[in-house]
């Protein structure tokens, strides 16, 4: 199997001049976790992460609607091709520590994403050549190399954690929930 058959091909997508308000916005409204950067003629610029957007709001100080994505996306990143193995996609993940890589063709143009949670469906749906358990062990395999990963390159310390029957009051300048969600 390849990732063409596999990969997400409708893609939710930011552009390089979009403000972090634009791109928060697209994130929140299609339920998207990250979304990748498209320069003027389409071709792959970068991604974007609600993460990233929070990042840069909350601890860089940036303001929503005068930073563009351009400012904060992340520049450096792997990517597949649509006629390469989903073994090969998953060894970038594990190397790089990605849950999602966009897909770009020959000329740089994103075509699809492809994330973990495709292959896991890609498995459930029997459409895995090894057996359901060595599929499922070698994605196991995936997460946890792509979860290693990410812990050796997090954001740096964590604030202490709140006990849930006490909140406290929220940090400075922070927004208050009023969704039903705790704060914090």
């Known amino acids: 199997m390849f990732v063409r058959d596999v990969m997400q091909g409708l893609v939710r997508t930011c552009r390089t001049e979009d403000s972090l308000a634009e791109a928060a ?31 840069a709001v909350y601890a860089s100080g940036h303001h ?14 792997a990517t597949a091709r649509p006629d390469e193995s989903l073994t090969s996609v998953q060894m970038t993940m594990r190397q790089r520590g990605a849950r999602r890589l966009p897909v770009v063709d020959d000329r740089g143009q994103l075509v699809g994403l492809i994330g973990y949670d495709d292959l896991c469906r890609w498995i459930v749906d029997g459409g895995a050549v090894l057996s359901l358990h060595d599929a499922a062990t070698q994605l196991v395999a995936t997460i ?41």
Request: glycine share 10%.
């Open 144 to 184: 946890a190399a792509i979860d290693r990963v990410r812990a050796k390159v997090g954001p740096g310390p964590l604030p202490p954690l709140r006990a849930p029957s006490s909140p406290g009051p929220s940090p400075a300048g922070a927004p208050s929930s009023t969704n039903g969600i705790a704060a914090g």
């Open 25 to 55: 916005q697209l994130l929140w409204e299609h339920d998207c976790e990250c979304a990748p950067v498209v320069d003027a003629t389409g071709r792959l610029a970068g991604m974007i992460t609600d993460r990233d957007v929070c990042k």
């Open 64 to 77: 929503h609607g005068d930073t563009t994505v351009a400012e904060i996306m992340e520049r450096d990143i």
